[in-house]
């Protein structure tokens, strides 16, 4: 895929893309306090499963971690891209 077809992808989809990052800002998933973590690990993972992704989640000691993997096993490439879908509080003094 080149990047033109991907900027038209992209590009097709914009309002979709937006809508999704909206709905995602809007999840609290405040790290400190575990507000909202559960309700972004189903969110995402249940993105990632409309979108055809192979969805795991593992609980660690804080937050789960969520692993994704699409496409052919025997890909010539890897993309790995790493995020948090935790925030910390605005007013984290307040937190400790």
């Known amino acids: 895929m080149t990047v033109g077809a991907i ?23 405040v790290s400190l306090t575990g507000e909202g973590i559960a309700e972004a690990v189903e969110f995402l993972t249940a993105r990632m ?4 992704f192979a969805v795991e989640v593992f609980p660690t000691a804080s937050q789960p971690i969520i692993y994704g993997e699409i496409g052919p096993a025997d890909a010539p490439f890897t993309w790995l891209t790493y995020g948090h879908y935790d925030v910390y509080p605005a007013d984290a003094t307040a937190e400790g």
């Open 7 to 29: 900027d038209a992808a992209v590009a097709g989809r914009e309002r979709e893309l937006v809508g999704t990052l909206l709905e995602a800002v809007r999840i609290p998933s």
């Open 49 to 52: 499963r409309g979108w055809g």
